[in-house]
């Protein structure tokens, strides 16, 4: 009976696959995993194989790869109310002749889009261009996303079987391809490298890169950050050991595992192995806002999470976004440390973090206080201070007023516990010691608001000033000449104590700035740099020395020179640059402040500066390599001007501070001029300070904005294209000034006409290219600084995710304000110091 009931449904089961394959035979098949040059695809309801699920979402596929089952595709993607759309690389549900499921279960997981920063509307189109460019239109025609490919004899695109869009020569060779550009997401066979990164969006339906956190792989290990000045790891893989190849190192979901590949290309054994289980059908991992890392797999229920890669049971509250900023979380709740300096931002969503009822004031730094979180830790804990006490700790953070919190661990004794002083504040924690095994206390800053007497403090009373007795006036004015000699006395003592107290509190001062991991003595870096023997470069504040440390660490170290101006620019670089790190930007090491010796310890910089690359060296630099020094450049001040808790202005932006590594990765360099503002001013007065020729026309009123950078890039970016001096006083008067020569080749419609020659044999393939750059030029110099980008639209141009303005006025340059700013004290001008080499 069981074997002819089992070959009844056997039967059954045939014949109604039969009757499915025959309805289908009717239907047109989609199996197009490759398009050739001169195609185009609009987006609208009517575009083939446009599928709408139960959740919300809707796809539109252009190419599909493979069939039956859970596959690849790419195309047009909404969810919600589909007024905008992705054009991204989705895994969907496909059945035996390729064609697009709908069903309650298995909904299109997006792992890869192109415009997540920038969606389109109905009616977009995404062409295949015939000379090699992707380019996805908005319905009005504005280009929202490109892969910059024109003229690199680009012949074909596929979609590979391993989800990755690529853009081929009639060689099959590699042009451009999505795996080098990920989002949020990891399918396996794809490497995350290092100098990558995964950075989630904002919600399933708000696609909007978050930039607060991000995931990214080091030579040390893949780490977990909230992407803050400095950045707070929350969660880190490392990898001990040293590396012995200089491929990049990477990290690679396959196999249904993570690895992590450190000291060769494919290693038998992986460096790092992070165990998750063994993938029977499609996976991909996510990077979501929450701080969590979960991989998905395909399942006969659907998509299910089948591990949580940052998570372990009972640390539900270690993630910086949990709560977030101030909240505190107790076994999964969120609440607030205290109800008088914090309230919640949304009373039904606790989860959304505190906000800070009186913000911390710099200007009334008198009225800091602290508040005390007992058993309290932090998600993210890097020691600023080692070996210190709790006293220690907490005066730290008040002496410096980018300090939010003195978050302190204990050691074993109490001088030996550890401080770490962040800039910002996200989820604290309620500490179980069972989890930590350590006791921490939390001392949050806040302001507290002065007493003012009014009707309700009748107490609080100001002094009323009563009428001087003519005795007093008589016994003041027979005391007034011994006073006035007094006087003089006393103000000379002063004046000699204050300038040895000044030193020594700006000593104290130094030691408490985060972020500023050693203090070297005079001695040590006289001895390092072989009594200051091998100079690097100088200018009007110093010289700079190359010296080596007893590690053998190669380093650049600044002597600055003098009393009154230099002091400000010791101070002024050490306060921006001393608790700041980025890609970017030269690395501060350390310092010296000895008596009257100042000195700054720097990376060393293998390239030396800009200027001695782009005005013609033996070994000039081609167009992408200037191309990706442009776009560093534009990264290190979006970082100064965006994204730093206090807005930093350089103010002298030119060749000779920008430096380059091994690899021409560039970084900004010599903060000595630089202001620090805070976030909510808009602008700050300041004596004109910078180089000629690189200074913004706004200067002549003292009254300047973050824009005047921008302006200083422009100038850079033009020398870049152009391979000469802004100011070159080799060349006849009317050659002299280059925005003259700009302004001039842009009224003829002959900007090409300027690129440096050492790389004309670049300009039949770079052209357009050349030509978005020179208009990004004119952008950042417009007379008119409101009317100037600000440098993450810059980035987003260079990047191809935004257009330039269209409406630039071209009569940039000012003689006047020219004249005006080469007779300034030159003081300030002559230095062509450009910190370390």
Request: net charge negative; charged share 20%; hydrophobic share 35%.
């Amino acid at each position: 009976m069981s074997i002819f009931y089992t070959q009844f449904v056997v039967l059954c089961c045939y014949f109604a696959l039969l009757l499915y394959y025959v309805h289908l035979s009717n239907a047109e098949t989609f199996d197009y995993p490759s398009a050739n040059l001169s195609t185009s695809w609009i987006n609208t309801p009517s575009l083939p194989h446009s599928v709408s699920f139960t959740d919300n979402s809707t796809v539109r596929a252009i190419l599909l790869r493979g069939t039956f089952g859970p596959k690849f595709a790419c195309g047009f993607y909404c969810n919600g109310n589909c007024n905008s759309y992705l054009f991204a690389i989705f895994i969907v549900q496909t059945n035996s002749v390729s064609h697009i499921t709908s069903p309650n279960i298995g909904f299109p997981q997006v792992v890869w889009s192109a415009n997540r920063n920038n969606p389109v509307s109905i009616n977009a189109t995404l062409q295949f261009t015939s000379d090699g460019d992707l380019v996805l239109r908005n319905g009005d025609g504005k280009i929202a996303w490109s892969t910059n490919t024109s003229g690199k004899s680009v012949s074909g695109l596929n979609l590979t079987e391993m989800g990755n869009l690529v853009l081929y020569d009639d060689k099959n060779r590699v042009i451009w391809q999505s795996f080098d550009y990920p989002t949020d997401s990891l399918v396996p066979g794809q490497r995350l490298i290092s100098g990558k990164k995964l950075t989630p969006s904002e919600s399933a339906t708000n696609w909007t890169q978050l930039n607060l956190l991000s995931l990214s792989v080091t030579d040390q290990g893949m780490f977990a950050a909230v992407d803050s000045s400095p950045p707070q790891v929350y969660e880190e893989f490392q990898v001990f050991g040293q590396k012995t190849n200089k491929e990049p190192s990477y990290v690679i979901l396959r196999n249904g595992s993570f690895s992590l590949f450190m000291n060769s290309s494919e290693p038998s054994e992986p460096d790092m192995f992070l165990n998750v289980p063994v993938a029977s059908s499609a996976q991909y991992a996510r990077f979501f806002s929450d701080g969590h890392l979960r991989v998905y797999e395909w399942g006969f229920e659907g998509w299910k999470v089948v591990d949580d890669l940052l998570s372990s049971p009972g640390y539900e509250c270690f993630y910086p976004t949990v709560c977030g900023s101030y909240g505190v979380c107790s076994s999964g709740q969120c609440s607030c440390p205290s109800t008088t300096y914090f309230e919640q931002i949304n009373d039904r969503q606790p989860n959304l973090g505190c906000a800070v009822i009186t913000p911390l004031s710099c200007g009334d730094s008198q009225n800091h206080n602290f508040l005390m979180l007992n058993d309290t830790t932090y998600s993210s804990f890097d020691a600023d201070i080692k070996d210190v006490d709790l006293e220690t700790c907490k005066l730290a953070c008040s002496k410096n007023c980018s300090c939010k919190a003195a978050i302190f661990q204990y050691g074993p004794n109490p001088a030996s516990g550890m401080c770490y002083l962040p800039n910002q504040v996200f989820s604290l924690i309620n500490n179980d010691k069972e989890k930590t095994h350590y006791n921490s206390t939390i001392y949050l800053k806040v302001q507290d608001v002065p007493i003012m007497p009014n009707a309700s403090n009748p107490d609080v009373t100001i002094p009323n000033r009563k009428e001087k007795s003519r005795t007093s006036t008589i016994l003041w004015s027979s005391l007034g000449s011994l006073s006035g000699l007094l006087l003089i006395i006393g103000i000379g003592a002063f004046l000699a104590w204050k300038k040895r107290n000044g030193d020594e509190d700006e000593e104290d001062y130094l030691d408490q700035v985060p972020g500023m991991p050693i203090r070297f003595s005079y001695d040590d870096l006289k001895a390092s740099t072989d009594n200051f023997s091998k100079v690097l470069g100088e200018g009007g504040f110093g010289t700079v020395f190359q010296g080596n440390l007893a590690d053998g660490t190669i380093i650049a170290v600044k002597r600055l020179n003098g009393l009154g101006q230099v002091r400000k620019s010791f101070l002024a670089e050490v306060e921006s640059i001393g608790s700041i790190h980025h890609v970017n930007l030269v690395r501060l090491l350390g310092f010296c402040a000895d008596k009257s010796h100042r000195l700054l310890v720097y990376e060393f910089m293998y390239n030396g500066s800009l200027d001695k690359w782009i005005f013609h060296s033996p070994q000039d630099l081609d167009w992408q390599q200037r191309k990706k020094i442009i776009l560093d450049i534009a990264k290190g001040l979006t970082y100064l001007h965006e994204d730093c808790t206090q807005k930093i202005i350089h103010l002298d932006i030119k060749p000779q501070n920008i430096l380059l590594d091994q690899k021409f990765n560039a970084k900004i360099s010599d903060f000595g001029l630089s202001k620090l503002i805070d976030r909510d001013q808009s602008k700050v007065v300041t004596t004109m300070r910078g180089t000629p020729g690189y200074l913004a026309p706004e200067w002549l009123s003292s009254v300047i904005t973050e824009k005047a950078d921008i302006y200083s890039f422009g100038v850079v970016l033009l020398e870049m294209l152009c391979g000469r001096r802004n100011v070159d006083h080799s060349q006849p008067e009317e050659q002299m000034h280059l925005l003259s020569i700009f302004e001039k080749k842009a009224e003829e419609d002959n900007l090409l006409d300027l690129v440096d020659n050492y790389f004309s044999n670049d300009m039949e393939f770079h052209r357009v290219e050349i030509m978005k750059m020179m208009k990004v030029a004119a952008w950042c110099l417009q007379k008119d600084y409101a009317k100037r980008p600000p440098m993450s639209m810059v980035v987003k141009i260079i990047e191809g995710t935004a257009n330039v303005e269209h409406n630039l006025d071209f009569n940039m340059s000012d003689p006047s304000f020219l004249a005006a700013s080469w007779k300034q004290d030159t003081q300030l001008f002559a230095s062509v110091l450009s910190g370390p080499r």
